[in-house]
């Protein structure tokens, strides 16, 4: 995830920024591989995955940023894990939210900001087909070893309608790993249901 822009001010605010920038990816630049593996050019200004190398924009893993923020507001906030939102019903005293195991509760407000397949969103504002959009590509995201010994340099290819890219992090101690290729939309396809199998290439409005 990339922390740019107002969301730089933001993280200043709730006092998380210089936390943030410990933890942040510290990329060297990026080369673009050929198919058969041959550098074809590389840069040393900018990379796919963090925008510009000179700025003051911070990219960092999803997971140590949530757990920054976890770690700054479990004293005070209330966490539920384990759980899931199933019906919002909206009245004169707040939101009425109904879960899968616990009770259900009122709140004076929801905010969704649980994924692109948005449970939220699908009840408060209607099916998923009405802002979600096919984009004609799939990715799929992993980890593994640094087996090719990257030091803070990625890697990207393109094979006709297919591609990759090799993202160390971590200190060089895990790669991400992402493979992408055109694909139609198939009927029903979701988001993989775990955090190794395919994602699917698509665009959500916002409403």
């Not at 990026?30 to 924009?57: K, W």
């Not at 890219?165 to 775990?194: C, L």
Request: charged fraction near 30%; glycine fraction near 12%.
């Amino acid at each position: 995830m990339d922390i740019r822009g107002a969301a730089l001010r933001v993280a200043e605010r709730l006092g998380v920024l210089e936390e943030a920038r410990t933890l942040r990816t510290r990329m060297r630049g990026m080369s673009f591989l050929a198919p058969d593996g041959r550098e074809i050019d590389r840069s040393t200004e900018a990379t796919f995955s963090s925008g510009r190398l000179d700025s003051d924009d911070i990219e960092v893993l999803r997971d140590d940023l949530v757990r920054l923020l976890y770690e700054r507001t479990c004293a005070d906030v209330e966490c539920v894990f384990g759980d899931s939102v199933t019906a919002l019903d909206q009245g004169g005293e707040g939101v009425r939210v109904d879960f899968a195991h616990g009770p259900s509760r009122t709140f004076d407000a929801v905010a969704g900001a649980d994924g692109l397949h948005s449970t939220v969103r699908r009840l408060a504002l209607g099916p998923e087909e009405r802002f979600v959009r096919h984009l004609g590509s799939c990715v799929s995201v992993f980890g593994t070893e640094n087996f090719l010994g990257l030091d803070n340099w990625q890697l990207w290819l393109r094979d006709g309608p297919s591609g990759s890219g090799i993202m160390p992090v971590r200190d060089n101690t895990e790669p991400r790993i992402a493979f992408g290729f055109e694909s139609e939309p198939r009927a029903g396809q979701k988001r993989g249901r775990t955090r190794r199998e395919t994602g699917y290439g698509v665009r959500a409005d916002t409403a």
